[in-house]
């Protein structure tokens, strides 16, 4: 969730419940849960928008950064473990190859579940 949240803002989005849940490919009730729950956890805040006071927007707190970059040191050390043996080009290879793949989908924009089957 934390994550979804950095993502858009670091894409200069609000991290409204609708564009999380569009970010996650889930529906806005689950991303509501979800939110609540990463506001309990103290990951995340929920805020004035910027654009309009009636919006309220998830931000991430101090916890929720700490958070993120333990994620982010797990996931490298995982992908350490898992690309064992491979060459420096390989493992860059790799990792383009699946920035390329995110950047695909939000071009392409990920369906809300309800949308998939229309």
Do not use: K, N, Y
């Not at 858009?8 to 490919?25: D, I, M, N, Q």
């Not at 333990?70 to 790799?94: N, P």
């Amino acid at each position: 969730m934390t994550e979804a949240v950095d993502s858009l803002a670091a894409r200069g989005e609000s991290a409204t419940v609708h564009a999380v849940a569009r970010e996650l490919g889930i529906d806005q009730s689950g991303a509501s849960r979800m939110i609540r729950g990463a506001v309990e956890a103290g990951c995340l805040a929920m805020v004035t928008g910027t654009s309009d006071a009636r919006r309220r927007e998830a931000s991430i707190t101090a916890a929720g950064v700490v958070a993120l970059e333990w994620a982010h040191a797990w996931q490298e050390e995982v992908f350490a473990e898992l690309t064992a043996g491979w060459s420096g080009a390989r493992r860059d290879e790799l990792r383009r190859a699946m920035a390329d793949l995110i950047e695909r989908s939000r071009a392409i924009g990920s369906p809300m579940p309800d949308e998939r089957s229309g």
